[in-house]
């Protein structure tokens, strides 16, 4: 292919030359800018003419014109130029490199300029792999070279490759707009391939690594060569159809892409949307009549087109007659119009005595492909752009005013004669702005300012595949914001609307959390429900988070909800009813006191002392309102007060009940009359024992509040998802010593009134006191294992129906009989019915 050479010559005070080549006459000095560029025949295996390269070639001729008639820009000096074809191969172009340092371009230029040609730098080449083999070989020579189409990110390695620059972007910006692309559309599950050389090699790495960043997965990665066996290739279009994602991302030369889509076609592989790099998106890899059906919806990444002002009108004023000695014109005419061109008794380069014969009178306006169509190959505008970097970095060296040079003792380089070092060294500071409003400069690897367009494989009016720029990406661009899509422009695979689908495994849903399968990629999971008390608020999370103390999961586990608070309310039927019940009990006891009250003169009410019976009812009433206590939100106040009272109050009744049965044994034994045991027991020992006794309870639940008080606290062990409102004992010790401390006066009062159940019938006071006693104590042994099996408001409510059936118990085994002989046997109240046969003195 023909490799771009840009030959610089000088002549003082005289008007630059237009057109190719030097035409300057005596001796002189000057600069030669050599490279092997781009591919006009199409290496090894197709020999067909490239329409893409030549028209990169002349982009190049159009840039070197476009100079030489610019006074503003090396003034007096003209450029010229040569172009060699490396035929994609790196040894070729190390060749012609070696031989343009070497100083031996006269073998190779002819009669370009007279005199030795002082070599400067190169432009070009064209593929990764041949500009390596060239690089490193000029490096040596500190000779710069600017690439317009080499992407390989290892050319970045400014320690392998100091002099080189390039015009296009490195591969790692456009791995990273390949990877967001993807990632644009959901795609977390797909496929890649990459052609066998430093192109695809460092490409795919550099987006398997963006890939990984950005949590994407690799369902499958394959790499070969155009020259691979055919069982290889086979192979891979195996693995393609055989995958579970239908996306695929192709780092691989046009070449490459050829090969691949042969055998693509052989086995009818359809339904593959295909995301490409500019390697070969744009390019024609497969015949026009199969091109829709297999490529319609590819989406890549293209070098930006930009159309240059003025190119297009000089590409179509390319003619035979212009260039009668030209072989390259002749081949792309020939090419181009599908004829046979003879000139000079020349034969055709096209070589087919089939094709009729040029006329001459064809003419470029009414074709449209590759060559004239600006929008189709951006490599033309890269081209462009180097050519001009040359001229900017010539410029500023000849710029130069002597003693304030950048070299030893501040001195200038004369354009005249350079070495390639010192224009090496112009080269890193070269900025200016194309004619397009493009700022060209390049950053400390020698990369300039990413840039690409998204153009998208689209069928046109005619049936056939054209290309449409639907975004762009901007490396220059804030972080997040690079990527520019109008997706609603783009065709997907197939001609569709519908984004593809591409995910091993579907996204999680909030409330569960993703849970890596063994022995696959990360993107391959299942979705497991989050556990009770922990949510996960959004797609794909990795982990559940816990709820706050006071929160809890609702039934999605998507979102934390406050938790239930249940305590024993006065506004819940189980509260009403109890509530119903202790008033009640009190309004009984209410009324028994003041029946007591009105019959206080009669032998009953005396026989059961008094005084005795309404403390004892006085009591029972402070029980029935202490149930009440434990009903309600529990505060600082209420659980104080319920388990003091409770203790206190229970304690008064355990003592006036215990105080009547030592009261009635007495009153037995005192039947003698020599028996003077009243006399020791009398009405103030009995107020003083109740009193007593009351104290020490009293005392306890005293202390019990100074050290440790009973508090309220929210309970979360008997349901994670409810909080209890309860009262904490504060002091087990205190506590379980006022519970104690009741139990012992029942036992005691159980046991003596035990004793005195064989009372005669008529006094029955003991058998009362009895029942009672049974019924308390029997009351509270079943609360403790009903309140174990029933946590949270139910043991609050276990444990105030004790306290109300207890209270009940003594009110009605004690004080009921008595009532029934008052109100409706009342001839039963009198002393001789209440005595019997014994004569009780002193009762």
């Known amino acids: 292919m023909p490799a771009s050479q840009l030959t610089i010559c000088l002549k003082k005070n005289v008007r630059k030359t237009q057109g190719s080549g030097c035409q300057l006459q005596g001796r002189h000095s000057g600069a030669v800018v050599s490279t092997a560029a781009s591919q006009l025949q199409g290496p090894g295996f197709d020999s067909g003419f490239r329409l893409k390269y030549f028209r990169r070639a002349q982009a190049m001729l159009y840039a070197i014109e476009e100079i030489n008639k610019d006074e503003t820009i090396l003034p007096n000096i003209t450029l010229g130029y040569r172009l060699y074809d490396d035929c994609a191969s790196p040894n070729i172009a190390t060749k012609v490199a070696l031989v343009l340092v070497n100083g031996q371009e006269e073998a190779y230029v002819g009669r370009v300029c007279n005199g030795s040609l002082n070599v400067a730098g190169i432009v070009g080449c064209d593929g990764s792999s041949a500009s390596i083999a060239v690089a490193r070989t000029i490096g040596l020579f500190k000779m710069p070279m600017v690439s317009y189409f080499s992407t390989c990110v290892c050319l970045s390695n400014r320690n392998e490759y100091p002099t080189f620059y390039r015009t296009i972007p490195s591969d790692y910006h456009q791995s990273k707009a390949l990877v967001q692309l993807v990632q644009r559309f959901g795609w977390t599950w797909i496929g890649t391939i990459s052609s066998n050389n430093d192109y695809g090699r460092s490409g795919m790495k550099a987006l ?367 509260g009403i009813v109890l509530v119903t019940l202790a008033l009640i009990g009190m309004c009984m006891a209410i009324n028994i006191i003041v029946l007591f009250f009105r019959y206080r003169e009669t032998p009953l009410v005396k026989a059961n002392n008094s005084e005795l019976s309404f403390l004892l009812l006085f009591a029972l009433i402070c029980c029935f309102l202490c149930s009440v206590t434990f009903i309600g939100e529990p505060s600082d106040w209420s659980c104080m007060l319920r388990h003091t009272a409770f203790g206190v109050t229970f304690v008064l009744c355990i003592s006036c009940v215990l105080v009547k049965t030592i009261l009635v044994l007495m009153a037995f034994k005192a039947t003698h009359p020599s028996s003077n045991r009243m006399k020791w027991f009398g009405q103030k020992k009995q107020r003083l024992s109740v009193l007593l006794l009351t104290f020490i309870q009293g005392l306890i639940c005293a202390l019990w509040l100074i050290i440790a008080p009973p508090f309220p606290m929210k309970n979360t062990n008997y349901y994670r998802e409810i909080i209890i409102l309860e009262c904490d004992a504060g002091s087990s010790a205190a506590f379980f010593s006022v519970s104690g401390y009741i139990a012992l006066l029942s036992c005691v009062c159980f046991v003596l009134a035990f004793l005195a159940r064989k009372l005669p019938d008529n006094f029955n006071e003991a058998k009362c006191i009895t029942f009672s006693m049974l019924i308390f104590c029997a009351v509270w042994i079943t609360f403790i294992p009903a309140s174990v099996s029933s946590p949270g408001k139910y043991t609050v409510a276990v444990e105030v129906f004790a306290i109300l059936a207890s209270s009940f118990g003594l009110l009605l085994c004690i004080f009921v009989p008595k009532c029934y002989i008052i109100m409706i046997t009342p001839e039963k109240n009198t002393k001789k019915n209440l005595m019997g046969k014994l004569i009780v003195k002193n009762l």
């Open 208 to 574: 398997i690594e963006a890939a990984v960043s950005f949590g994407i997965c690799i369902a499958f990665s394959e790499s070969f060569s155009r020259t691979d066996p055919a069982e290889k290739i086979m192979r891979i279009v195996n693995v393609i159809k055989a995958s579970t994602t239908k996306v695929v991302v192709a780092f691989a030369s046009s070449w490459e892409m050829r090969v691949l889509f042969d055998e693509i076609l052989r086995q009818n592989l359809t339904g593959i949307q295909w995301i490409g790099s500019e390697g070969w998106i744009t390019a024609d890899i497969i015949a026009a009549d199969k091109r829709s059906r297999f490529l319609t919806g590819a989406i890549g990444t293209a070098e930006r087109a930009v159309e240059v002002p003025g190119l297009r009108d000089f590409l179509l004023k390319v003619h035979p007659s212009l260039f009668p000695g030209d072989s390259l014109v002749r081949e792309f005419w020939e090419t181009t119009f599908g004829c046979s061109l003879i000139l000079d008794n020349t034969t055709s380069r096209v070589g087919s005595s089939l094709l009729p014969q040029c006329t001459g009178n064809e003419t470029l306006h009414e074709i449209h492909n590759v060559y004239t169509d600006p929008t189709v190959d951006g490599g033309s505008y890269n081209v462009y752009k180097a050519v001009y970097t040359f001229a900017h970095a010539l410029h500023n060296m000849h710029s130069c005013e002597h003693g304030q040079g950048p070299f030893i003792n501040n001195t200038c380089a004369y354009v005249t004669d350079f070495k390639p070092w010192q224009l090496l060294h112009y080269m890193t500071s070269v900025h200016f702005t194309t004619k397009t409003g493009e700022k060209v400069y390049f950053d400390d690897n020698g990369n300039p300012v990413a840039g690409y367009d998204f153009v998208n494989l689209q069928i046109n009016t005619n049936g056939g595949l054209a290309v449409k720029i639907v975004g762009h990406y901007n490396g220059s661009a804030p972080l997040g914001k690079e990527l520019v899509l109008n997706p609603k422009h783009i065709v997907w695979s197939g001609g569709g609307q519908e984004i593809p689908h591409a995910v091993c495994s579907e996204s999680c849903s909030p409330g569960t959390r993703k849970t890596a399968r063994k022995g696959q990629p990360v993107c391959c999971f299942d979705c497991t429900p989050c556990a009770d008390g922990e949510i996960s608020n959004s797609t794909d999370s990795i982990d559940c988070i816990k709820c706050p103390f006071l929160y809890w999961s609702n039934d999605q586990k998507d979102q934390c909800i406050p938790k239930n608070i249940e305590y024993l309310a006065f506004t819940e039927i189980l």
